[in-house]
């Protein structure tokens, strides 16, 4: 079972990026699925999830009202719009799937991708 996250890079404040998160080994149609972000010095920490209908999805104060997440069961991906990039953005990206219960805890988790780069500049 493999999560590929892609689509970061550097863009300056202000601007857009939109990651993907490709799973393979196994569908994941059934199962929730999220995002997660770690900066340098500190810890994995959550920004968005949604439920496998896409009937929930739930956000970081963070990032809410400037990022959407979005998934398509048919390609076993699931995507992170962001918009109105700020520098506080700039972290790795991780995508997971699976949670056994709540979305927000990184425990929750069964599997995970490998990570994206996101470089936000001033």
């Known amino acids: 079972v493999q999560l590929q996250a892609s689509g970061g890079g550097l863009v300056q404040a202000g601007g857009s990026l939109r990651l993907s998160c490709a799973a393979s080994?196994?569908?994941?149609?059934?199962?929730?699925m999220g995002w997660f972000r770690q900066a340098p010095g500190k810890e994995r920490e959550f920004v968005a999830a949604i439920s496998w209908s896409s009937g929930t999805t739930l956000y970081a104060d963070s990032v809410k009202g400037r990022s959407t997440i979005s998934r398509d069961n048919a390609k076993n991906t699931v995507y992170l719009q962001m918009d109105s990039l700020k520098p506080e953005d700039t972290a790795v990206y991780y995508c997971?799937?699976?949670?056994?219960?709540?979305?927000?805890?990184?425990?929750?988790?069964?599997?995970w991708g490998q990570g994206t780069q996101v470089t936000v500049s001033s």
């Open positions: 080994g196994r569908t994941f149609s059934n199962s929730a």
């Open positions: 997971a799937a699976d949670p056994s219960s709540s979305y927000f805890y990184i425990s929750n988790y069964d599997y």
